[in-house]
């Protein structure tokens, strides 16, 4: 199979003229590539606010692609409501549309584990823009792929920006009980033991909605308190209580309290596993297209999901180039990816388990005016 993508193809990736790709053979003049790119995303349900963005930005990628490379490619949406049941439904449907050469999503890992042996045995790729549990990346899928970070690595993260940026040396690690936090705070712990750090170790329940105790109890030396809690607005109550206290303790919260409505607390911060991208700047012409054509506010969940469209985009025309587009093909194509660059600003390429290498996150910090992104030096996984 011919090496795909290699070189620098970023000004096709950020909107601008298209570049030759090394290495990979042109469409003839002739023929039009014709395929359809399926698409989950929960466009209805609890988070259907990253369905909108995943699928909006989905499709802006789509018709740049179709404009500047003279493609015929469509995408098809399927609703998985965030629930792997219905996730079935969607991945059937598109197993059974054999226009369907690759699909975006699904976005959460719950979602993945039941479709993953569906596309696994049909040999269809998927490339989820949000899904980053550990789990995912261990060849257990097979056409599995992801363009974001490992969830192991926000744990890491958020201790390395703590001590390092936030020069924090007493620091409260405070748990909700629930699994996701729990990893969380198992990892940052670790890390900041590691680095130097004194650590509290607390615990609450998410059946609380007062923490007052726990604000009493926090040692006087405590500058920063680590919450990665599931619910976003328990960590406000706890912000609250913490000014209410006169304790000038700075909040670092995890990815799940990336949601202004419930958790604004001026000065705190929160991981992302895509950057804020404005109207300046390398990316600048594709968030303002999308700005003009979506009229929705810019958040960190729809780049990724452009990323990966993106990819799959330049699989099936790479399979379209050697003959007639199949989904191995496009498989094939997608392995070998080796994009220099992209609209997030990080090359794409993936291990033999689908992790992109060089995927990392992003530290938001809460200003009166919204989410600004914090510049995080060499802090990295």
């Known amino acids: 199979m011919t090496s795909v993508l290699a070189g620098a193809v970023g000004a096709a990736m950020l909107g601008g003229a298209p570049v030759r790709a090394a290495r990979v053979g042109q469409v003839p003049a002739r023929s039009v590539c014709r395929a359809t790119i399926g698409l989950m995303a929960p466009v209805s349900g609890s988070l259907d606010d990253l369905g909108t963005q995943q699928v909006d930005w989905a499709r802006l990628a789509v018709a740049t692609f179709d404009r500047r490379h003279h493609t015929d490619i469509r995408l098809e ?42 596309f696994g045995r049909a040999g269809m790729a998927f490339m989820s823009p949000s899904a980053s549990s550990d789990a995912l990346f261990t060849g257990i899928y097979p056409t599995f792929f992801g363009t974001v970070a490992k969830r192991g690595d926000e744990g890491v993260f958020a201790a390395r920006f703590i001590a390092g940026a936030l020069r924090a040396r007493h620091v409260a690690v405070v748990d909700d009980g629930s699994p996701y936090s729990l990893d969380l705070t198992r990892t940052a712990t670790r890390t900041l033991d590691a680095l130097g750090v004194g650590v509290d170790s607390l615990s609450v329940t998410q059946t609380e909605v007062d923490y007052t105790t726990l604000v009493a109890h926090l040692p006087a030396d405590v500058t920063v308190a680590y919450v990665p809690w599931e619910v976003a607005g328990e960590v406000q109550i706890l912000a609250s209580e913490l000014s209410a206290a006169h304790r000038k303790v700075v909040i670092v919260g995890g990815d799940d309290e990336e949601v202004l409505l419930e958790f604004h607390a001026i000065g705190a911060y929160v991981p992302a596993f895509g950057p804020l991208l404005g109207e300046t700047g390398s990316a600048g012409a594709v968030v303002r297209r999308f700005v003009a054509t979506y009229r929705e506010p810019v958040t960190t969940e729809g780049p990724p999901a452009y990323v990966a469209t993106t990819v799959v985009l330049h699989g099936i025309e790479t399979a379209c180039a050697a003959g007639e587009p199949t989904r191995a093909a496009v498989l094939s194509a997608i392995r070998a990816t080796h994009l220099a660059t992209s609209l997030v600003g990080r090359p794409v390429v993936f291990n033999r388990y689908g992790l992109q290498l060089g995927a990392t996150l992003y530290m938001l910090r809460i200003d009166r005016g919204g989410y600004a992104e914090v510049p995080t030096g060499q802090i990295r996984p």
Not at 93 to 98: E, I, K, M, V
């Open 77 to 118: 949406v399927g609703d998985t409501r965030l629930e792997p049941a219905q996730s079935v439904v969607v991945a059937r449907r598109f197993l059974a549309d054999r226009a369907v050469l690759a699909v975006v999503g699904p976005s959460s890992a719950a979602d993945v584990a039941p479709v993953g042996p569906l």
